[in-house]
DNA sequence: GTCTATAGGCTGATAGAC
DNA sequence: GTCTATCAGCCTATAGAC
């Protein structure tokens, strides 16, 4: 059976997308090859030409999923540091984002996940978090305040998860950004 | 064979330490019921003697871990609340917490699988994690402050272990501490 | 490029001897 | 209470047909 040019590709995107959704929602460890390339309408066997290992497919995801988060933030439409930076702080610590995380913010899903893989991981995670790090930089106009924001978001979404009530889980994203607000003001 | 009266105690209570360093380390999913009761010196029959399966003992992980936590934190020596904090801002935001999660705080290594995890297990998360939001509540004197500090601790050291170089962790728990310090002047 | 089939190993969990 | 032995199922990865 012959494919059509470009078929690859379109399919390789495709996985990346399925992956990322899957993986986010029930951890890397947890989805196994099998179940993602079903997801996928493909069988176990095809996933190794497209990619060379698990790990791999882990590297690859970590630039895809990070590189379409700075995506969503460039595409911002405010100007002012002040909207863009609320604007930013409603998606991200919205509901919507504790309840999906298959469509959220690959950080607070596979973050302990990718602290413990392959330094190739944590290095192609640093790149893109490096990057992430600056956008955030320009806007607020400070490195260190930069860093305390990606770690109080994605904490935030985090410790919501964890919760059982949708009541608990509203009261943790409100308080986080009570807290990033203040840290704007002053 | 007999086993001498408090034996199975000493041993749950081994286990429970043994399994709560090598889940923080390892992850809990990544982490079998083999090399954990290989660790202890025993077989992986045994294991069911103590857990009734692997979930209840995340479950008996999930409040031996926090208990230990509230412990150490209500073991602060100090008494003023600006003093108070700042003994544990130094505590918990150090270089050896980033670099040791296999004696660290369970929040950063487990929050992910555990917000996967059972509703008994997120149930039994709450309860404990609402005591320690007490404990913090009642020395920042504001219930919002107490949840995004726990947001905030728990993400800059998830955040700081994805880094490969120590230079960087280094950063994100500088800017963390300022954030916090901040947050607590005003 | 994807398929089926399969290898070898690890997983969580159980049964019965001691 | 712990042991050995074992189960069925899943895992990552590979070989070869189409």
Redesign the pocket.
């Known amino acids: 059976?012959r494919?059509p040019p470009g078929?690859?590709e379109k399919?390789?995107t495709e996985l990346l997308k399925i992956s990322g959704s899957l993986m986010k929602k029930n951890g890397f460890?947890?989805?196994?090859?099998?179940?993602?390339?079903h997801a996928a309408?493909?069988?176990?066997?095809?996933?190794?030409?497209?990619?060379?290992?698990?790990?791999?497919?882990l590297k690859t995801l970590v630039t895809s999923e990070l590189t379409a988060s700075q995506t969503l933030w460039t595409s911002n439409p405010h100007d002012t540091a002040e909207d863009w930076l609320d604007f930013e702080l409603e998606r991200y610590l919205s509901i919507q984002h504790v309840l999906q995380p298959e469509a959220g913010c690959l950080l607070p899903s596979l973050s302990a996940e990718i602290a413990r893989a392959d330094l190739s991981v944590r290095e192609r995670y640093e790149q893109e978090l490096l990057k992430g790090h600056a956008i955030l930089t320009q806007r607020l106009g400070d490195e260190n305040l930069a860093w305390a924001f990606i770690c109080q978001l994605a904490g935030s979404i985090l410790i919501a998860r964890t919760l059982p009530t949708e009541e608990l889980q509203r009261m943790v994203i409100h308080a986080s950004k009570l807290l990033l607000r203040n840290a704007l003001a002053s």
Request: proline share 0%; aromatic share 16%.
């Open positions: 059976m494919y078929y690859k399919k390789h460890a947890a989805t196994g090859v099998d179940t993602l390339m309408g493909m069988t176990s066997g095809a996933f190794y030409s497209h990619f060379a290992s698990k790990t791999d497919l």
